[in-house]
């Protein structure tokens, strides 16, 4: 009889005590600060428009080829709002084949590229792998997002 009452109260106890796991989906640990998920694109606020000039030094530096670049002459040179002569057209990312190495950010001279250290990089789940091949507009939508709880920081302080 003592042995069920003891049962019991470690039943009881169980069950009213804190929960050790958190509720996933709805919130997430902190993600830690030296984290990177994969690239995205960086957003001028002060000219509008992407850091990218499209010259190909990720593209050539990528050591498994996922990302695709074209670039184009910047119609804001031309009107002298911006002093980048050319800018990225098309800019895709195959984060199927995206191995996180960082390289693409050290090669970058313009620092287009940041890798994105939110929760909102590491849950890009899918079905079909053609849904992780990144367009311009989304590379770009990560940090156009004026949402201070959203927004990347820097991977590294300066």
Same mark, same amino acid.
């Given at each position: 009889?003592?042995?069920? @009452? *003891? =049962?019991?109260?470690?039943?009881?106890?169980?069950? @009213?005590?804190?929960?050790?796991?958190? /509720?996933?989906?709805?919130?997430?640990?902190?993600?830690? /600060?030296?984290? %990177? =998920?994969?690239?995205?694109?960086?957003?001028?606020? /002060?000219?509008?428009?992407?850091?990218?000039?499209?010259?190909? =030094?990720?593209?050539r530096a990528c050591p498994?080829?996922?990302?695709? +670049?074209?670039?184009?002459?910047?119609?804001?040179?031309? $009107?002298?709002?911006?002093?980048?002569? *050319?800018? +990225?057209?098309?800019?895709?990312?195959?984060?199927?084949?995206?191995?996180?190495?960082?390289?693409?950010?050290? +090669?970058?001279?313009? &620092? =287009?590229?940041?890798?994105?250290?939110?929760?909102?990089?590491?849950? @890009?789940?899918? $079905?079909?792998?053609?849904?992780?091949?990144? &367009?311009?507009?989304? @590379?770009?939508?990560?940090?156009?997002? %004026?949402?201070?709880?959203?927004?990347? *920081?820097?991977? +590294?302080?300066?």
């Amino acid at each position: 009889m003592i042995g069920v @009452l *003891k =049962a019991l109260g470690v039943t009881f106890g169980t069950m @009213l005590r804190k929960p050790v796991t958190i /509720e996933y989906p709805t919130v997430h640990r902190p993600v830690p /600060e030296r984290d %990177r =998920a994969f690239p995205i694109l960086l957003w001028d606020y /002060e000219v509008d428009e992407p850091f990218c000039t499209g010259c190909h =030094a990720c593209e050539r530096a990528c050591p498994v080829e996922c990302m695709t +670049v074209t670039m184009k002459d910047n119609p804001k040179f031309a $009107e002298g709002k911006s002093k980048r002569r *050319k800018i +990225v057209d098309q800019f895709f990312i195959d984060y199927g084949r995206c191995m996180r190495c960082n390289i693409c950010v050290e +090669v970058c001279n313009f &620092d =287009a590229i940041a890798m994105n250290n939110t929760w909102a990089g590491h849950e @890009l789940s899918t $079905e079909d792998r053609k849904e992780l091949v990144m &367009d311009l507009e989304q @590379l770009l939508a990560q940090h156009k997002t %004026r949402d201070p709880g959203t927004r990347i *920081k820097p991977w +590294v302080p300066s």
